[in-house]
């Protein structure tokens, strides 16, 4: 997907962690009005983490001013859901591409959600083309930063590095990993945590409940953990839980493997003897029925396995809520929730999850206190606080280019 348009290089520092080259961006042409942000991600209708992110994150900087458009990463053509998509990026369309990058230099500042399945070619090698042919100030937010990257996947995370002006990273954790693994320029780095929706005034209070609800959401598949959660339960059964298992299954497992995970999940609680337990349900809730599930809920609990997981929105959602917590030692979970709102449990282990479970849902004023923990952190994570951070990156990035032109 070779494109030719290139980006100027040349760069001097301008701001901590805003670095920027002397480009023609419109800013330059009208220094009064607020800087327009052209966003690169998978978007809804796609049903991914990715573009609940993007479409929170655009929704908010709206909110606080300045145009937002997105150009919509998508696999097939389709139509322009929203007036908010001004383009789509189909993979393997030189065509699109080019109309994208027309449409993403229009605006003043340009920011990237990266993950490798989303974009086109090994890897998703085809986003290189994309920001290769950028002439306006570029931020890129690194979604996954692998401990142990295949060539390939290193390869395309440090041509990013290379031609991003700020980096972002939703945890520390990731930073280290950057600049450890990548040799990635700590002051290029920018630690912004991934957002929550603000439903109110985080209650720090349990309910009291006859079966204490224990409660997993997000798109199902398979490295979710879910099997050994299942395992977990008949330890429980004299606490009489409600195991709460909610969300549709990813649409690229559905895809490739139908429901057999989700099925393979319902028979496995049917031979642990925990159907009465263990409930599964894949209904689409929207934003006010998840807050107001997970509200009720004793105890979140994310068995994931993953042991690469540097960012998690369902961990911010459950932390921003007040709720206890109860994970696998992946990174996120470890840098959020060993200083009070949760345990953190190795992978792959009922036993511990068990265990863990046992505590919260049991041990006097634990739950409470776990509440409390989380419910300090939670003014940092809401939406609002994020796209402000957001929108402080892009400005400084655009007063940059403005002081370097000629």
Known sequence: MPLSVRRPVGFSAMHTNARSAVRDTPARRDLRRSSSIGLLSTYPPTQCGLATFSSALREQLDRASGSVGVVRVVDQPECHPGREVVAHLVNGSADSASLAVQHLNSF???????????????????????????????????????????????????RLLHRADVVVTMTETAKRRLVGSYAAEPAKITVIPHGAVDHGPVRVQRRSTDRPLILTWGLLGPGKGIEWAIDAMPGLR?????????????????????????????????????????????????VAELADLVERADVVLLPYDSREQVTSGVLIEAVAAGRPVVSTAFPHAIELLTDGPGLVVPQRDAVALELALRRVISEPGLADTMSAQAAQKAPDLLWGAVAGRYRQLAEALVSAARVASP
């Open 238 to 286: 004299d606490l009489r839980p409600r195991y709460l298992v909610t969300g549709k299954t990813h649409p690229k497992v559905l895809e490739r493997d139908n429901e057999d995970y989700r099925n393979g999940l319902v028979r496995r609680a049917e031979l642990r003897g925990v159907s009465d337990i263990v409930e599964f349900d894949d209904s689409y809730l929207e």
């Open 108 to 158: 003043d500042v340009v920011l990237i959600q990266h993950e490798y399945g989303i974009y086109g070619g090994p890897d998703g090698a085809d986003v290189l083309d994309i920001v290769d042919a950028l002439k306006v100030p570029t931020i890129i937010v690194f979604h996954t930063v692998l401990n142990e990257p295949t060539p390939q996947q290193s390869h395309i995370l440090q």
